[in-house]
Every structure is written in C-alpha cells, then in structure tokens.
C-alpha cells in the first residue's frame, strides 16, 4: 500500500504482472475513487466546459464523452480528463487525483453566468472493469443491454439496486467500462464495497483479478496513453503530446491556451513524445537520456518490461528531428548505451490485444 | 533479535541497501535481501555484474529491475566478480522466491575483507535497521 494524491492505495493484489495479464485475456477490477470528479451543471456548463477544455463539447449527445485536455494560458497541460454529458445542462469532468484541488479552482476561476461546480469525488466511488471480458462479466449484474453501449457512450443503469453510470471506456487499451456508483441509499463506503464485490463475483470464473496501481500505470504504458506527471505536465503542449485528436482549435468558442497553440501549430514541434523499445536487455525508466551518435535528443519519461511481450518499452521526447518511426537511437542505462529504436504505440499486437481486437476471446 | 516480518538468516552480513554477503571461505556470495525482493515485488530483469571485474564495495555492480522499478545493486564487499547466477538470465523470479539461496547474484573474491564486513551490519543490526524504517 502506498499513499498517492491522499489516498491509500494498493500498488498490487497479487502481482503487477498477474494482474497486467489478467485484463489483456480476460478481466481485472480496479478502484479508481481516487480520480476527480467535478460535477458541472446549469445553462452556462457546456460553456465554461468549451473554455477549459480543449476538446469540443458541442459534438457531445447526451450520454457520450470524450477525452480533453484542460491547458493553462500558454497552452500548456493542466491535467487530461474525460467529459461526460449526463444531460442537456448536465456534465461529469474527471481529472486525475494528484491534480484535483487545482483543477477544480482553475474551473471555478473560469467560471461565468449561471453554473454550478460540486466536487463529487468523495460520494461517488469510481471503479474501471478493463478487458476482454469486461462486458460478459458487467453484464450478469446490470440492467439492460450493454452492448448498445459503445465506446465513449454511457449509460444510467443499476447495480444490486444502486444506481450506476456506466462509460465505455479506460485507461488499459482493452474494451471495457468505468463504473461510478451513484447511488443514493447506502453511503458511499456500502455502495463501494457492493459494487466491487458484485463484479468480482460474477467474474469469479473468467479469472478476473483485482488490480492495483502498478498494473494500472502498466497497462496504460503498453497501450501508449499519457500519465500526468511523465508524458504530460504544465510545460507540455497538446501537440507535442501528440494528442492533436484531444484539440479542436475550430471549435465555435475560444479555450484557454487557443492563442499559443494555434502558434505552434503553425510554427511546427521541436519535441514529440515518442514509443521507444530497447533491442538489447536492459528497461528504459523515466529521466534516462536518449541519443544518437553520442549527442543527447530527449529522455525517457516511462517504461517498462511488458508483462505481456517480455519487450522493454517505453515513451519519451525526443527531437522533432529524430522522431520517425524505426529511427536507431541509444538509452543511456547506468554506465552503459543500449541500442533502442523508436517505434509506435501501442507495445502489442493490435490483432490480437486491445479493444480493436480481431480474435475474440 | 527483534522482530520483523522478513527472513534475515544468522551469519550474514548486510549493507544499508540490502545487499547481503555470505563468507564462504575465501569467497563471498553476494544477493538481495528477502526485504528488498519483496519491495522491487515482481523481478522481472537482473543486469548480472561483469566477471573478473574488480568492484569496490558499495558502488554500483550491476542492477535488480521489477515490472515498475529499477534498483541499483551495490557491491557489498570490494574484489573481484569469480562468478555470476546466469540462471538469473532466464529464471530472474528466483531472486523473489529464494533471495538466500538459488536467487544469489554474484560471488566475490574479496581484498579487503575484514574492514569491508566491519562496514556491514549482522543480523542482529540489519533487523533493528529495518524495523528503524518501520518494516
């Protein structure tokens, strides 16, 4: 158990690479009550949401959301978070833990006219059920059909008679749902241990496993997504991030950090964060240097030894120039220049892992 | 001997970073401790020292590395590397499930033995030192 943003958190049940394995062939549960969630609502959410966040919340239907970034005036990160429209007038933004008091007063700074911001984070547990199996095991103990619920759709649904908001997505790469128990009988302790023992159960036979925080972290490198704190931070753009999908400078209102971005994108990126995979032994790990021919070009900002693959993969920045797909560059590993090539995420054959999956399990 | 949840076998030494060295006669078998396998958690990779390389001790011979963390591995004696646990290649998991005894990393011609050793803590010290850090 570690302390992390506040909250006591297990880094592993059983161990990281158990349960890594677990959601890429089956199933795992994780308690995530420790993100943010900001409970926007009134005429003027959807307004102060296109001001803080990058993405265009135009584009959302009721019950959908989409990943943001939230950017300071140089159009540098704040945090990455998930919008999801619960109604006309009715949004949930969820930021990441470490980041939450901060994001909730810069929302508060930016807001204008008739809205209401309600840290919820502490009422509403938060639970991601990620892989393959996900939806067969949610299944046996939701109401309703979950597979009209598609990627980046949500859905009110209940569970052991609580009421639950189901979304379709995660931080794994595996198809699979984030579970916020919204209930209202039981306190929001009663309703966390229900929901998690609920889901455990039903997939009790499919081999899920409860998974911690080193599984998480895992889990997200593999699959290429960003971690505030490593690939992401407050002097990092969206685009150098290459989360370009996350930014919609046309959108019909101006966001914080438009100006500056708007800038780089025409003035072109000097870094870009990159996937990098060693070709001899050793595992890149956050802040060793990357170079080619003896000059440095970046570092790492994460990495690891795939639990799945046996491949030592990482992210980091590097030159612009350097950048392409295949290009030789060396990590520097204590004493020693281990040759490593800089390749796409994600770290796994899309064929057979991950949400876009040809072979089902 | 106090009490402390891991294994800190009688008649070896140990260093402030968890490394051990067992006398062997004139050889020292050097590894991790059953305290810091079950903190790195899941070995994944071990970096073996170089053979024939003369170490000094506590500077960095080679390294330990779990799915999320990278630990340096200090030479707990000075002298040089006789031999190292290939079947760590392969096999690194042993270094969790036997640290003591198949999950050894190197063995150590020393050359400066007794004032290294005095340097390292018994037992007795090494599980007052760990329940110091509250384990």
Redesign the interface.
């Given at each position: 158990m570690i302390e992390y943003a506040g909250w006591h958190m297990p880094?592993?049940y059983k161990?990281?690479?158990d349960e890594?394995l677990a959601v890429r062939n089956a199933a795992g549960i994780f308690d995530i009550s420790h993100m943010g969630r900001l409970h926007i609502t009134g005429p003027d959410a959807a307004n102060l949401l296109q001001k803080v966040t990058s993405n265009d919340i135009s584009l959302l239907n009721p019950l959908a959301g989409q990943y943001s970034v939230v950017c300071n005036e140089n159009g540098g990160i704040k945090d990455d978070v998930t919008t999801f429209k619960q109604g006309q007038e009715d949004f949930l933004l969820v930021c990441n833990a470490a980041n939450r008091d901060k994001i909730l007063a810069w929302v508060k700074t930016n807001a204008a006219g008739n809205v209401r911001i309600d840290d919820l984070t502490e009422q509403i547990p938060m639970f991601a059920l990620q892989g393959p199996l996900a939806q067969r095991i949610l299944q046996r103990v939701v109401e309703g059909d979950l597979s009209l619920v598609k990627r980046w759709k949500c859905a009110f649904t209940k569970i052991q008679g609580e009421s639950v908001l189901v979304t379709r997505t995660g931080y794994t790469g595996e198809d699979g749902f984030e579970i916020y128990s919204m209930g209202n009988t039981a306190s929001p302790t009663q309703r966390a241990l229900k929901t998690w023992t609920a889901i455990l159960n039903a997939g009790k036979n499919e081999g899920i496993l409860p998974c911690g925080l080193?599984a998480r972290?895992?889990l997200r490198l593999e699959a290429g997504y960003p971690l505030y704190g490593n690939e992401i931070e407050e002097d990092v753009n969206p685009f150098e991030a290459k989360l370009d999908f996350a930014v919609k400078l046309e959108k019909p209102a101006s966001f914080n950090g438009k100006e500056p971005l708007t800038k780089v994108k025409g003035d072109g990126l000097k870094r870009v964060r990159v996937g990098i995979k060693l070709l001899e032994?050793?595992?890149p790990?956050k802040d060793y240097p990357i170079s080619v021919d003896g000059e440095q070009i970046g570092k790492v900002t994460s990495g690891?030894?795939s639990?799945l693959t046996g491949e030592?993969v990482g992210m980091g920045y590097v030159d612009a120039a350097h950048s392409g797909e295949g290009v030789r560059v060396e990590v520097g590993i204590?004493?020693r220049n281990v040759k490593a090539e800089i390749r796409k995420w994600p770290f796994y054959d899309e064929k057979r892992y991950g949400f876009r999956r040809e072979i089902a399990k | 001997m106090s009490e402390t949840k891991f294994q800190v076998p009688d008649g070896l030494y140990y260093s402030k970073d968890h490394e051990y060295a067992k006398v062997e006669g004139s050889r020292v078998r050097v590894g991790i401790t059953d305290y810091a396998q079950e903190s790195l958690?899941?070995v994944?990779?071990v970096?073996l020292p170089q053979l024939q390389k003369e170490v000094k001790q506590s500077v960095?011979i080679g390294?330990v590395?779990?799915?999320?963390?990278?630990s340096?591995l200090f030479a707990p004696v000075s002298g040089k590397v006789l031999e190292v646990n290939k079947r760590l290649e392969d096999e690194p998991e042993l270094v969790n499930k036997d640290p003591y005894g198949e999950g050894w990393i190197a063995v150590i011609e020393p050359s400066g033995l007794k004032e290294d050793l005095a340097k390292l803590m018994d037992a007795q010290k090494y599980s007052e030192y760990l329940k110091g850090l509250g384990k």
């Amino acid at each position: 158990m570690i302390e992390y943003a506040g909250w006591h958190m297990p880094v592993w049940y059983k161990t990281i690479s158990d349960e890594h394995l677990a959601v890429r062939n089956a199933a795992g549960i994780f308690d995530i009550s420790h993100m943010g969630r900001l409970h926007i609502t009134g005429p003027d959410a959807a307004n102060l949401l296109q001001k803080v966040t990058s993405n265009d919340i135009s584009l959302l239907n009721p019950l959908a959301g989409q990943y943001s970034v939230v950017c300071n005036e140089n159009g540098g990160i704040k945090d990455d978070v998930t919008t999801f429209k619960q109604g006309q007038e009715d949004f949930l933004l969820v930021c990441n833990a470490a980041n939450r008091d901060k994001i909730l007063a810069w929302v508060k700074t930016n807001a204008a006219g008739n809205v209401r911001i309600d840290d919820l984070t502490e009422q509403i547990p938060m639970f991601a059920l990620q892989g393959p199996l996900a939806q067969r095991i949610l299944q046996r103990v939701v109401e309703g059909d979950l597979s009209l619920v598609k990627r980046w759709k949500c859905a009110f649904t209940k569970i052991q008679g609580e009421s639950v908001l189901v979304t379709r997505t995660g931080y794994t790469g595996e198809d699979g749902f984030e579970i916020y128990s919204m209930g209202n009988t039981a306190s929001p302790t009663q309703r966390a241990l229900k929901t998690w023992t609920a889901i455990l159960n039903a997939g009790k036979n499919e081999g899920i496993l409860p998974c911690g925080l080193g599984a998480r972290d895992s889990l997200r490198l593999e699959a290429g997504y960003p971690l505030y704190g490593n690939e992401i931070e407050e002097d990092v753009n969206p685009f150098e991030a290459k989360l370009d999908f996350a930014v919609k400078l046309e959108k019909p209102a101006s966001f914080n950090g438009k100006e500056p971005l708007t800038k780089v994108k025409g003035d072109g990126l000097k870094r870009v964060r990159v996937g990098i995979k060693l070709l001899e032994r050793g595992s890149p790990r956050k802040d060793y240097p990357i170079s080619v021919d003896g000059e440095q070009i970046g570092k790492v900002t994460s990495g690891l030894l795939s639990p799945l693959t046996g491949e030592a993969v990482g992210m980091g920045y590097v030159d612009a120039a350097h950048s392409g797909e295949g290009v030789r560059v060396e990590v520097g590993i204590r004493d020693r220049n281990v040759k490593a090539e800089i390749r796409k995420w994600p770290f796994y054959d899309e064929k057979r892992y991950g949400f876009r999956r040809e072979i089902a399990k | 001997m106090s009490e402390t949840k891991f294994q800190v076998p009688d008649g070896l030494y140990y260093s402030k970073d968890h490394e051990y060295a067992k006398v062997e006669g004139s050889r020292v078998r050097v590894g991790i401790t059953d305290y810091a396998q079950e903190s790195l958690h899941d070995v994944v990779y071990v970096e073996l020292p170089q053979l024939q390389k003369e170490v000094k001790q506590s500077v960095s011979i080679g390294a330990v590395e779990s799915v999320k963390a990278a630990s340096d591995l200090f030479a707990p004696v000075s002298g040089k590397v006789l031999e190292v646990n290939k079947r760590l290649e392969d096999e690194p998991e042993l270094v969790n499930k036997d640290p003591y005894g198949e999950g050894w990393i190197a063995v150590i011609e020393p050359s400066g033995l007794k004032e290294d050793l005095a340097k390292l803590m018994d037992a007795q010290k090494y599980s007052e030192y760990l329940k110091g850090l509250g384990k």
